[in-house]
């Protein structure tokens, strides 16, 4: 549990530290209103309430299949999607077939994509084979 919550705090942190560096985002005072175009808002709280859902996987499929490296908005996203995901306790996740493992595996997918792979490794670490 310990380890748990140790996990999540430094992923939200890292996540912290991406939005604002590259967005100019402060989780918690602006990100609502930090949206270029209200469709991708739209789209992030369609996938939020699927993760509620426990449609977990299924949504980050659905992110994936959204992401294109021209696009901030949807590397801005993706950040936001693993923040709101990672706030999950482990036993929902693992009731849901996923993992805090995976989240720090997609961050460094989406960052990578987006070329901010140093950044993020950086931040995370290196991945854990």
């Known amino acids: 549990m310990l380890t748990d919550d140790y996990a999540t705090r430094m992923t939200n942190s890292v996540v912290g530290t991406l939005l604002k560096l590259i967005f100019h985002i402060e989780l918690g005072k602006n990100e609502d209103t930090a949206w270029q175009d209200e469709a991708y808002f739209e789209i992030y709280h369609q996938l939020t309430k699927m993760i509620d859902e426990g449609q ?12 294109d490296s021209s696009n901030t908005e949807i590397f801005k996203m993706s950040l936001m999607f693993y923040y709101y995901m990672n706030d999950k306790d482990g036993d929902f996740l693992e009731k ?4 805090k493992t995976e989240i720090t595996d997609g961050l460094r997918h989406v960052s990578t994509l987006y070329g901010y792979e140093s950044m993020a490794t950086a931040l ?6």
């Open 56 to 67: 977990i996987n299924e949504a980050e499929n659905r992110l994936f299949d959204l992401l």
């Open 96 to 99: 849901n077939n996923y993992t």
């Open 124 to 129: 995370l670490g290196q991945a854990s084979e």
